[in-house]
């Protein structure tokens, strides 16, 4: 017998075989070939499972070779097994008399990095006994998993025979999300710790087999085509760009992360925006971009009320009148609809009644006739007793309410595409309308949302007439980007922000872009300690999805030196250290937000965090975009 391990590699794939149990004891990939340190030090396998053959599980191999680029195990029954190096970025697994049932199983460490699973023909779920058990899919061959941070591997086999059965487990020894006692959000402190659990992966056949092969080969980093792509310091988006697209394996679209879904979500745009950017060669982003269609399309027909009103809220239910919350899924799905007819038309003309309807609710929300609307919340205080529930938007730490300017920028911009996917399909009349709402909105917003103590934009006004203005920076940005804030004003106002931050000591802004300069009044933000202190999440922390706003400003109002620098800080962020976390981490753990100081202060992953990407693309590089770009 050899030493008890055997190591293979190259600066894209590194695996080590336990020669004593014939399986694989350590996998580690870097679709780049950048950081070998990374895919050497970081096993994406789970730790004493690992990858192992299905012959072997009651019978250890009697033989064993090993060379440079092979591994062969065989026991006294002819079963046998072999690890072969093809090249840097392949691996192959030949197997000799499979069992019929469990061919080969793999289980992968979702605390390294939460894979997603792509294929080709849509994947089917299944029932699981194991108490344990998330989800459990049957996938077809080939499939793509993609482990954040660190690239993407396309299995496939030797044999049509073969398929794939996944199973999300969680770990038995970690139970329970301590979130703070104050917290008692359904999804926030269920008892399901996946950070710690696995992604079970296990390759079948309903017949018997003679042989088979099942290839690992590590494919190349997906993003989008880069005017100069050799340009080091856009390795970041090189690397980060597919995070942004995790499944959800239950309902098979695209959520913050594996475990949440994304049908009627907050941020369901966000997404759209950057599938319009994309590597049309690449089969990945045409794979993403049928999800996403059918994410669309479950949202209208699933989360939206007899109102028009589109939320995650209704999943599954009955709108009731005391049950309504006007939130950024309404304008949100829209935005994603009109996104989807810059690659496919004909299937978002089916949805135009939808949109419709949502946008007629929009139109509903002006309450007072002044061109901007009004959410239900009234905004006054956090916890303010409503019928309508709990407020939010996309900044739900705090209680932004009635005359609410994400929500408003968010109305703004889906009514203007649109009317422009009205055009495009000869409903000009229909257009007319939506026009008209929009050119009442254009003349009142600057006076409505602008702030003359403090020369910024307000973030909420609140029914009792109260001016809820904390240094937000989207406030600026989001206003900028739309067309709704004057140039010169506009980089006045950014000026001033960037001023603040310096003087707060955020340095060179390499985590992300603060929401808000300023803290928080304790009456407006929930009472969640740690995550609402001053500089902490949402109050004043550091994130990705905020600078795509923010930076993209910048390039526009003329400060593009100052933008380059922060973005190139954050690039090298992004190239550099993990910024994916894994599935509930815990309480102020999740490093999708940080302090100034780099503290991870978030709280559960989200994969918006990726967002500021496409500010390279319709900032920097001011690449034409059917939808952003006004």
Known sequence: ??????????????????????????????????????????????????????????????????????????????????????????????????????????????????????????????????????????????????????????ISSSSPEVYCIEELQMSSEFTGLDLGYLNHSYNHNRLHSLHFGSSFLTFKSKNDIESV?????????????????????????????????????????????????????????????MLQIIDHKDEYFKIVRRVYEKQIERTFLMCQAYDGEVSVNFFGKEKTDKYGCAVDSTPGAIIGLCGISNWNLPFAKKLIPNALKAADFILAQDTDGDGIFEVKFAGDYMGQSSEYGWQSNWWDNFCFGHKDIYFNYLCHRALRE???????????????????????????????????????????????????????????????????????????????????????????LKFGIPGNVKPIAPKDTICWPCMTDWGRYENGGLNGMNGYHFLTSMYKVGLGKEADKILYAIMDTYEKDMTHSGLMPGYCRSIDWRTKEGVPCGYNYLADNYYFLLSVYVGKYKRKHPSVNI
């Not at 020369?455 to 029914?463: H, Q």
């Open 213 to 273: 092969s099942l290839t690992f080969k590590v494919m190349d980093e997906a993003y989008p085509p880069l005017p100069d792509e050799n340009d080091e310091r856009f390795n970041g988006l090189k690397r980060n760009w597919i995070n942004s697209f995790a499944m959800n394996r239950e309902l098979f679209d695209m959520g913050d992360n594996i475990y949440f879904h994304g049908t009627g979500h907050l941020a369901i745009h966000m997404k759209s925006d």
């Open 418 to 508: 649109l009317c422009a996917l009205l055009h495009r399909v000869g409903q000009d009349d229909v257009a007319k309308k939506y026009e008209k709402q929009l050119e009442k909105f254009d003349k009142s917003f600057f006076d409505t949302f602008y702030n003359p103590e403090t020369g910024l934009m307000a973030g909420w006004i609140s029914r009792n007439g109260e001016v809820h203005d904390y240094g937000f920076t989207f406030a600026v940005s989001m206003g900028i980007n739309e067309g709704l804030i004057p140039k010169d004003e506009g980089k006045k106002m950014i000026r001033k922000l960037l001023a603040i931050m310096k003087k707060e000591g955020y340095g060179d």
């Open 1 to 154: 017998m050899c030493a008890k391990y055997s190591c293979y590699g190259s600066d894209f794939l590194s695996y080590t075989i336990d020669n004593k149990k014939g399986k694989i004891a350590f996998f580690g990939i870097e679709s780049s070939g950048r950081d070998r340190d990374k895919h050497a030090s970081f096993n994406l396998m789970l730790p004493s499972y690992g990858g192992f053959y299905g012959a072997f599980k009651k019978s250890l191999p009697e033989k064993s070779d090993t060379n440079e680029t092979r591994a062969f195990y065989e026991n006294n029954k002819g079963a046998s097994v072999s690890y072969n190096m093809l090249n840097d970025h392949t691996m192959e697994i030949d197997m000799v008399k499979p069992l019929k049932g469990n061919i080969y199983s793999v289980r992968w460490a979702i605390k390294t990095a939460p894979p997603t699973i792509w294929t080709r023909k849509a994947p089917k779920k299944l029932k699981s006994r194991n108490p344990l058990s998330i989800f459990k899919t049957e996938y077809k061959l080939p499939l793509t998993i993609h482990f954040p941070d660190f690239g993407r591997v396309e």
